[in-house]
Structure formats: C-alpha cells, structure tokens
C-alpha cells in the first residue's frame, strides 16, 4: 500500500507541476495580450487627440470637435482601465514551495508521506490562486475589448444631438 500512494503522490506531483506551469504561461499570454491592447489604444487615443487639436485649430463644427475630443478621452480612460484591471502587478504564486516551508521543525515531526499530502495541498493553493487571478484579468480583458469596439457611438451620438 506505501508504494501505490508513493507512486500515487509522485504522479500528482508532477501533474501539479505541469498545471502550475500552464497557469504561469497563461498570466503571461494575458499580460502580452493586455500590452498589445494597451498600445493599440494609446495610438487611438493620441491620434485623436491630436485630431481634435487639429479640428479645434481649424474651427471644425462643434459635434466634430466634441466627437473627437470625446473619443480621445474615452480611449484614455480604457486605457487606464486596462492598466488597473489588467496590467497592475499582482501575486504569481509559483510552481514550487520555498525552502523554508519545507526544512523546518513542524515538517521534521511529520511523516514523509504526510509532508508530501501537505505539500500537495500547497501546490494546489497556489494553481487554484493563479487560476482564479487570470479568470479575473481575462474577463477584465474581455469587457475592455468590448467597451473598445463601442468607440464610434460617442462620434455618433456627437453627430446626432449636437
């Protein structure tokens, strides 16, 4: 029996090291994806910005300046969205447990197995952890993208009850 839950920890362990793993590259591919975003917006934003000063310089129509000014302070503001719901640094709990929790006292009265059922439970902290963190970040991701896509309503409605 000692050999099949040995047997049976060493296999957990190493599928935990391989979901922990995934997790990590998953809060990555996020990351880069929110950077991508972010930059996008930032370039729609600063265009038109500089648009809108452009417009204004020329004495466009009122709409036509309340539109793009409108616009560029809109895409401004997902961006700053996205840089707190998405980009803020936040705890990666890591694929291993640190020295210190493993060689200690408490870990020394423990049985070996017993450690092992405990450390078990930690690596599943953490992979639990890193997956509710990136569900966040990605729905956060996901309502930025959608609120982005609603950027020509505010030249519309500019158009519309201007």
């Known amino acids: 029996m000692f050999w099949k839950n040995k047997e049976l920890i060493e296999f957990a362990e190493k599928e935990a090291a391989i979901n922990a793993a995934f997790r990590i590259e998953c809060t990555d591919a996020l990351e880069k994806s929110s950077t991508t975003l972010l930059n996008i917006l930032l370039g729609g934003a600063g265009g038109s910005l500089a648009l809108a000063i452009s417009l204004y310089d020329k004495n466009a129509e009122t709409w036509l300046l309340l ?96």
């Not at 803020?88 to 929790?101: G, S």
């Not at 990136?134 to 309503?153: C, D, E, H, M, Q």
């Open 67 to 162: 539109g793009t000014f409108g616009t560029s302070g809109y895409l401004f503001l997902l961006c700053g969205l996205l840089v707190w719901w998405c980009l803020w640094v936040q705890d990666i709990y890591p694929p291993a447990n640190d020295p210190q929790n493993i060689y200690n006292e408490d870990c020394k009265k423990i049985s070996f197995m017993k450690f092992l059922e405990f450390d078990l439970m930690n690596k599943q902290y953490c992979i639990d952890a890193n997956r509710k963190r990136n569900a966040i970040t990605g729905a956060n991701l996901n309502k930025i993208r959608a609120l982005a896509s609603l950027t020509p309503v505010i030249i519309i409605a500019c158009f519309i009850f201007a």
